[in-house]
């Protein structure tokens, strides 16, 4: 990869007069706010076996839900970039937390009015909203709060926001089986409330500072290069495919392969928890080789081959799926699922950010935003799809998504040495004053005379 990493050695001089204590606050802080926005998002996939017996909702309107909250993720991450260059990072996830947490305000109200398809949708529209809206200060507040390069910070943060699927299916999960689905939702509106006050009284964003200044003249939000398009659709792809996946698992194995509603949640929560496991396995590798620095272009390697060969194993994963028998081998292919996503949206954020010279924050918003169209896409083609035909056959046409991802990361690195020519060169340092040579002690020895025969 090409750029330089984001964190530098001088985000640390921003918070030199900080204690320990309160570095390590911020940065749980900033976690849990990641944390927040996956058990948001998770909110809906968890609790959808409660909509379907309690709501009656049919499998092209579970998947219909699904779009709204793609739309608002879509106008939250640009609205997110936008003003991430008038507020600070901090203010900006203050904001999204507060909106995620009306969203399960709105998912709570469920229990207690009559059941509208409107009120689900307002619910999947502010999570969105929220969800986009994080994406910038969740992708660029990492590498300094955290002090860490830009891959591995990326890693870290994702690896947090997954969490929250791996904890919301099991959570809901016990929750759904004692018939207090609605505590799911209580607890994450009070988590979200608590962290968008933290969010501006610990002053996060103050820590960026460093990074926001641009090394290099910022594009605006409508200009998109050739890599970062082909990045955009590269995450639209992957997020339909990880949609069919983590949103349609728990259905797939209750009413196609007849497993227990609970075991079904389990292994929705072994999905996530391997991608949170992939990523946190990467994020340590790449640290690793980023410590020492004869490791530099291995660390570049080893990402850009991981961010290949992630997708061959998500195709393989797609035809291996319709094998599931039972619970034990739906966990074990679904933990195959899980490791084939870990780390492939973190390393594509990280590899459009360096090929756009570090301007994360403007990178994520549009990634995100088409993170979450294809989430939308996915899950609602998957329900049409799943009309028409079997859940074995649906799950053998996701492949075209992975094999597309693939064709097109072979093209954003044939396209990227290009790009990298028509960027603004990186301005240099003033040069020192020049020094007067020092004279060589050549020029003081004394010429030796070599004398002939006849001086003698």
């Given amino acids: 990869m090409v750029g330089e990493p984001l964190y530098h050695p001088a985000h640390d001089c921003s918070t030199a007069s900080e204690t320990r204590r309160m570095i390590r606050f911020k940065q749980a802080a ?11 998002v998770a909110s809906f996939a968890a609790c959808a076996p409660s909509f379907r017996s309690l709501f009656g909702v ?11 909250q793609a739309v608002a993720t879509v106008l939250g991450s640009l609205l997110g970039g936008w003003l991430s260059r008038r507020w600070t990072l901090g203010r900006v996830l203050a904001a999204a937390s507060g909106i995620s947490a009306a969203s399960q305000i709105a998912l709570l109200m469920l229990e207690y009015v009559p059941y509208s398809s409107a009120m689900l949708a307002v619910a999947g529209g502010l999570a969105g909203l929220g969800f986009g809206l994080s994406a910038a200060p969740l992708n660029a507040l990492p590498a300094p709060v955290l002090r860490a390069r830009s891959e591995t910070a990326i890693l870290i943060m994702h690896a947090s926001i997954a969490s929250g699927g791996i904890t919301g299916p099991l959570a809901a999960g016990t929750l759904v089986t004692a018939s207090s689905w609605t505590l799911y939702p209580a607890a994450t509106t009070t988590m979200g409330a608590l962290l968008a006050v933290l969010s501006v009284a610990l002053r996060l964003g103050a820590m960026a500072e460093p990074a926001s200044q641009p ?7 409508n200009r998109v290069s050739l890599p970062l398009a082909l990045c955009s ?3 639209f792809l992957y997020a339909a495919s990880e949609a069919s996946l983590s949103n349609w ?3 797939y194995l209750t009413e196609a392969r007849e497993v227990e509603r609970g075991a079904a949640l389990s292994t929705v929560s072994v ?3 391997a991608l949170v496991g992939g990523r946190i396995v990467a994020a340590t590798g790449l640290r690793r080789l980023a410590s020492e620095r004869r490791f530099v272009s291995e660390r570049r390697f080893v990402s850009e081959r991981l961010w290949l060969a992630l997708p061959l194993a998500l195709a393989l994963a797609f035809l291996t799926l319709p094998a599931v028998v039972g619970a034990k081998s739906g966990m074990l292919l679904f933990l195959f699922a899980g490791l084939a996503c870990s780390a492939f949206f973190p390393l594509t954020v990280a590899m459009a950010s360096d090929y756009e010279h570090g301007d994360v924050a403007r990178v994520s918003s549009i990634l995100t935003a088409m993170l ?3 989430i ?3 899950s609602y083609a998957f329900g049409v799809l799943r009309n028409a035909t079997s859940f074995d056959a649906t799950y053998g046409a996701c492949a075209l998504y992975p094999v597309m991802m693939f064709a097109l990361c072979m093209w954003v690195r044939a396209s990227a040495e290009k790009h990298q020519s028509t960027l603004p060169e990186k301005p240099s340092l003033p040069e020192k004053p020049s020094l007067p040579a020092k004279p060589s002690l050549a020029a003081f020895d004394t010429p030796t005379i070599r004398k002939s025969s006849s001086d003698y």
């Fill in 58 to 68: 049919s499998d092209e309107a579970y998947g219909g839900l699904f779009l709204p």
């Fill in 376 to 378: 939308g896409f996915g």
């Fill in 215 to 221: 090394r290099f003249e910022k594009r605006p939000l």
């Fill in 372 to 374: 979450m169209l294809g």
């Fill in 249 to 251: 698992a728990a259905i």
């Fill in 233 to 235: 659709m590269v995450a």
């Fill in 30 to 40: 900033l976690l849990a706010a990641g944390l927040h926005q996956g058990l948001v």
């Fill in 271 to 273: 999905f996530w928890c």
